[in-house]
């Protein structure tokens, strides 16, 4: 499956990027920094299934649709619901 994790630097996403790697799906993640830290997802930026984006949630468009969005960054607003879920497919 292709998964987008938003807030995936920080220390529930970083584990949830880990463990759907691990299961073999695909995996995006959009974090802005602004209380994660890049080194979260250090080891996981060579892997082929992993990518990510320096961005908020609430303006960045999703990179591609995706099947599952387990964690909405929850300081957002509808048009954050709105702009990540249009991706979901
Ligand atoms: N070692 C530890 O035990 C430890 C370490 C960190 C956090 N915690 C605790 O764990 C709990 C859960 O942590 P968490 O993972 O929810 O918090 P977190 O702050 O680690 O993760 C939230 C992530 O969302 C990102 N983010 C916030 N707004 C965003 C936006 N608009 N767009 C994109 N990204 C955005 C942040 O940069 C961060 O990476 C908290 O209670 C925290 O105190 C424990």
Known sequence: MRILITGGAGFI?????DAYIERGDTVHVIDDLSTGNIHNIAHLKKHPKFSYTIDTVQTCPPPAPFDMLPRLQMNNSGETLKNVASALM
């Open 13 to 17: 996403g970083s584990y949830l990027s």
